[in-house]
């Protein structure tokens, strides 16, 4: 505290601090003293007038004067300090009394000598009245000290007090006096000190500012004067300095400066040279891009083409070759579509989506189509998602569902036996994200230190021997690897020659706004179910799904051993009703699944088979029609599926449906939701012909009764009705099932025109998953087999529709008609999956539908009803997505996105849709 002080602060504190104290110091010892001194002078007083008193009295009382005694004492009240005095007999009664009233306690009697008691302000004296004191002057006659009477006394301190108050109010005046005199003797020192030390202060600053040439006068002190010479020399020491230190600066800025012009005639040369390189490699990518293209145009043709080939009647030798073609074809679209996130990673155009997804489902899906691969080479594919993981996450997953594949494909690639494992698990946790770790470990042949340099770098391969397995681009891991850097994550790896490699993600998701855990069925909860799996971690895996089930789960090590358990406990009072076993050919012939599912059945066990994929053909063969409690699933199981079979199993209502054949071999039930005619027929007449039985239905109330009528598998839901729309009827359909405790139904949405913010607003309504139109029959099989389990059978005359025209981004909101064309009968050919009666309907009825359609869109716009333009303008696309109308399409493509972004342009491309509507319905009056 001391150092923040000036100098003028630090004298005056040495100056007056000590003075101040010891006159503090002096004044109270000296007032003490005097005041006790006063205090002495003033107890002697009072025994000397009491030893004066007392003879004077002593006749008195012994004669009985009582008037003298009393004139007597009011003589000695006129003494100063003197407050009252008062005679006493011997037996210690009053006999004179002068004063007031005593305020001090009567000190205890001495016959012998006088004794007094003190207080604050009073002292009370108590002498005793002896037989000598009648005559002090002759020698006491028989009993001197024999006592007449007392005499007592009491002073006042005030006039003492007063005294001494009034001495300590000088000494305090005195000191007061010393200390201002001290004080401004301190300040006239300090300024001394001060005032020259502030002018070296400020000429140190104009030095320190630049100003070399100031100068210190003389200081008035011998130690000023040689402070300020030696400040000045300083200063000339600067200023020389400085001056040579110009010059030094003016010869180098002039051999830089030609230095410079030599600099930048060689960034002249440079920046031409990274002009020409990044032209060169705008070239490189846009080459990639379109060659890429270029390829993917016939590639869809040969697919198309050889999928159709695959309906007809062919020999088995033909049927191999265009097997081998379709594979071949497939491998080189995966290779072109690798090249195409290449290009687009490096071009810095790839956007990642954001929306709310499950994780164990995307880890899940990603098992179940990479399952007959792996099952191919007898490997075992096990999924762990440890309990405590966060599965309602945001992000992208697609492309993480990309990375993913890339990985376990890899390890499918690279391990010949063993196992494959995916993990995920938590490493860090807020509130609003989670740190997740993914990891891809496979039993495989490992990696050296070598192949771990080179496994992240574009166009390189862990193996690039001759012996090598082909396929590939070595591009798979690069693309994994820009992905995830981009999600703002990490991805490595571990390995182990000839024992196998751990390739991990870290990544950090936020979770999903309306993070609601999946519950366990109450019908599930409690029960108990015995599980038979012979590879450790894939019971492992089994376990965890079915515990999240809500499931007790009881581990078995053999058939036998689990049989016995099912039949001993079959009367108690939790037995074992479910049984999941995960067998293999090697474990269990297929002819002897259905004796054992019969023995399950008789002891009111039911089953959930799991077998590889590539063996499932086999046991299904062998599973009796008519058994209805059993239920045969590939491997790995998808826990949502496997939750959805066994509450299945547990309902006996569900056993005398219509269909009681096993999931392989049962004819799903659909509904399908559309407002459009046209849009209606389509899916209906596709479906049907896959062999689905189909109820269609225009509104959403409808759908919402048939729902509550009959038991569907699937309900695929147009989006935008008018009245009850998809996402109004879904939420009611949900409500039901809430109600009435139904089995969920897996809902798909239908829509043509899905931004990624509708997406996830779908998504966060109740639907399970969504399909952008057009559909192809494709889509619709791998969509029901994904949500029901049911296949769906191809039928040999039906020809899949090729994707839709992509629409460049660049091109504007109003398009001149010869971009596209305005009627395109190859297209509506394709669309109607090859059914020319199909798509000649689909075309009438768009036509039939055009004029009123226009009508509408005309009188929102008047109206400036935003809302009933998105509607009636979806409306009409969704209807032009089956018809060969690129023209009209796009339009109603360009005005709907404009409108929902509420863009200015809006306007515009609701003028080229009514254009486009004209020349339609021109075009068609020609055409017939």
């Given amino acids: 505290m001391l150092k923040d002080v000036g100098i003028r602060g630090r004298v005056l504190v040495l100056t007056l601090l000590p003075s101040t104290l010891l006159a503090i110091a002096l004044g109270a010892y000296f007032t003490w003293m005097q005041l006790s001194e006063m205090r002495h002078q003033l107890d002697e007083r009072g025994v000397l007038i009491a030893e004066q008193l007392a003879p004077l009295a002593a006749p008195a009382m012994n004669l009985g004067y009582d008037k003298r005694l009393q004139r007597i004492l009011a003589q000695v009240l006129d003494q100063n300090d003197v407050r009252a005095v008062t005679i006493l007999d011997a037996e210690r009664n009053a006999r ?18 006088l004794t007094r008691v003190s207080s604050l302000d009073y002292t009370r004296i108590l002498m005793p009245v002896l037989q000598q004191h009648l005559n002090l002057g002759e020698e006491a006659r028989g ?13 006042s301190h005030h006039g003492t007090l007063l005294r001494g108050y009034r001495s300590l109010f000088t000494s305090l005046l005195l000191v007061g006096a010393g200390l201002i005199v001290t004080a401004l003797l301190a300040l006239r020192m300090s300024r001394t000190i001060s005032q020259p030390l502030q002018r070296v202060q400020l000429a140190v600053t104009q030095l320190k500012d630049g100003h070399l040439e100031t100068r210190l006068p003389a200081l008035g002190s011998h130690e000023m004067d040689e402070l300020a010479s030696g400040i000045n020399r300083m200063a000339e020491a600067l ?16 051999d830089v400066q030609q230095n410079l012009e030599t600099i930048e005639i060689q960034n002249i040369e440079l920046d031409l040279a990274r002009k020409e390189a990044l032209e060169a490699s705008r070239i490189k990518s846009e080459f990639l891009a379109n060659m890429s293209h270029e390829i993917r145009t016939p590639l869809n043709g040969i697919l198309g083409f050889t999928h159709l080939l695959q309906k007809s009647d062919l020999t088995p030798r033909q049927q191999d070759y265009l097997s081998t073609i379709e594979k071949s074809a497939d491998n080189l679209l995966g290779i072109i579509n690798e090249i195409l996130d290449f290009s687009k990673i490096e071009a810095g155009k790839l956007v990642l989506d954001s929306v709310p997804f499950n994780l164990r489902d995307l880890i899940e899906d990603t098992l179940t189509i990479l399952a007959p691969a792996a099952h191919t080479k007898q490997l075992e594919l096990v999924s762990l998602v440890y309990r405590d993981t966060p599965l309602s996450l945001v992000g992208d997953p697609q492309r993480l569902k990309q990375v993913l594949t890339n990985l376990v494909s890899n390890a499918i690639k690279f391990t010949n036996e063993g196992t494959i494992a995916v993990r995920a698990m938590i490493e860090e946790e807020s509130a609003e994200r989670a740190q997740l770790r993914i990891s891809v470990q496979d039993t495989g042949i490992g990696l050296t230190d070598q192949d771990l340099r080179a496994l992240f770098q574009a166009f390189s391969q862990a193996d690039n021997s001759l012996s090598r397995q082909p396929g590939g681009t070595g591009l798979g891991l690069v693309i994994s690897k820009r992905l995830i850097e981009q999600m703002g994550g990490e991805i490595g790896v571990d390995s182990i020659p000839d024992e196998g490699s751990e390739f991990w993600i870290t990544l950090s998701l936020p979770k999903a706004r309306d993070d609601i855990e999946d519950q366990p069925p109450a019908a599930l909860l409690g029960r108990r ?11 492992q895996a089994l376990q965890h799904q079915l515990e999240s089930c809500g499931l007790s789960v009881q581990n078995f090590d053999n058939l036998e051993q689990l049989q016995r358990s099912v039949a001993s406990q079959r009367d108690s009072n939790v037995p074992i009703d479910l049984a999941v076993l995960g067998i293999t050919t090697r474990e269990l012939a297929p002819a002897q699944l259905g004796q054992l599912l019969y023995e399950f059945d008789t002891l009111d066990c039911k089953c959930v088979v799991l077998c590889p994929t590539t063996e499932q053909p086999l046991f299904s063969d062998t599973l009796p ?125 239908l829509t043509a025109h899905a931004l990624a913010n509708e997406k996830r607003a779908l998504l966060q309504a109740g639907l399970d998953d969504y399909l952008t139109k057009p559909i192809s029959e494709r889509q619709l099989a791998q969509v029901v087999l994904k949500w029901t389990g049911l296949t769906l059978r191809s039928q040999p005359q039906a020809q899949p529709p090729s994707p839709p025209r992509a629409v460049p981004a660049d091109i504007p909101a109003t398009l001149p008609e010869q971009v596209f064309p305005v009627l395109d009968e190859e297209e509506g050919l394709r669309l109607a999956a090859g059914k020319a009666d199909l798509a000649g309907e689909l075309l009438s009825m768009l036509l039939g539908s055009l004029d009123a359609d226009r009508v509408a869109i005309r009188q929102a716009r008047q109206a400036g009803d935003r809302q009933r333009q998105i509607e ?36 515009a491309a609701l003028d080229e849709l009514d254009a486009a509507i004209e020349r339609l319905g021109h075009a068609a009056h020609v055409a017939s």
């Fill in 96 to 113: 004179a009394h002068v004063g007031p009233r005593m305020l001090t306690p009567s000190p205890p009697g001495d016959p012998e000598g």
């Fill in 143 to 155: 009993n001197g000290n024999a006592l007449i009477g007392w005499l007592e006394l009491e002073l």
């Fill in 239 to 254: 200023l020389s300095a400085r001056e040579e230190l110009q010059q030094s600066i003016d010869q180098a800025t002039a």
């Fill in 529 to 539: 179910v015995a599980l038979l799996e012979q590879h450790p971690l894939a019971r």
């Fill in 625 to 749: 029609d008519h058994h209805s409690h059993a239920q045969l699933q590939g491997k790995p199981a998808r826990t949502r599926k496997l939750q959805r079979v066994l509450l299945e199993l547990l309902r006996p209502a569900q056993a005398v449906a219509p269909s009681v054949q096993p999931a392989s071999g049962r004819v799903p039930q659909l509904l399908c939701v559309d407002d459009n005619p046209a849009n209606l027929l389509l899916v209906e007449t596709l479906l049907s012909d896959l062999g689905a039985a189909v109820v269609a239905v225009d509104n959403g109330p409808e759908a919402l009764e048939a729902v509550k009528r009959h038991s569907f598998d699937l309900v695929l839901m147009d989006v935008q009705m008018p009245g009850m729309d998809g996402r109004q009827t879904t939420e009611a359909i949900r409500q039901w099932e809430n109600d009435t405790g139904a089995l969920p139904l897996p809902i798909v949405a």
């Fill in 872 to 907: 009636r303008v979806h409306r009409l696309h969704g209807a032009t997505r089956y018809c060969g109308v690129p023209q009209l399409r796009n339009a109603c493509l360009q005005s709907e996105t404009l409108l929902k972004q509420n863009s200015p342009a809006a306007e």
